[in-house]
Nanobody, 116 residues
Framework: QVHLAESGGGSVQAGGSLRLSCTAS????????MSWYRQAPGRERERVAT???????SYVDSVKGRFTISRDDATNAIYLQMDNLKPEDSAVYYC??????????YGQGTQVTVSS
């Protein structure tokens, strides 16, 4: 079993910042890939940022320079620092973990709302 718990969402004005947190528990392997996804109403789920167990990161073009993904292996946590938020960043944000046997697993999500 793998449990992913997100927190840190909320409502901010454009230009503001939020920091999302995700704690993974259960059958978590030391070598892994974790990501943040988001899904806005009427749109497909989109991968926002990814970090590997060796610290390699990647971002969707729309958030490069504004979002930063990081991890703390001691607590099996990943974070997403979101700066200079825009209304188009509004979505439910999901933490994910790639399980070698079960594929990509997601948490319950946390809502981010950015007003103009």
């Amino acid at each position: 079993q793998v449990h992913l718990a997100e927190s840190g969402g909320g409502s901010v004005q454009a230009g503001g910042s939020l920091r999302l947190s995700c704690t993974a528990s259960g059958d978590i392997l030391p070598v892994n890939i974790m990501s943040w996804y988001r899904q806005a109403p009427g749109r497909e789920r989109e991968r926002v940022a990814t970090i590997t167990s060796i610290g390699t990161t990647s971002y969707v073009d729309s958030v490069k320079g504004r979002f930063t993904i990081s991890r703390d292996d001691a607590t099996n946590a990943i974070y997403l620092q979101m700066d200079n938020l825009k209304p188009e960043d509004s979505a439910v944000y999901y933490c994910s973990y790639v399980h070698p046997a079960r594929g990509t697993l997601y948490g319950q999500g946390t809502q981010v709302t950015v007003s103009s």
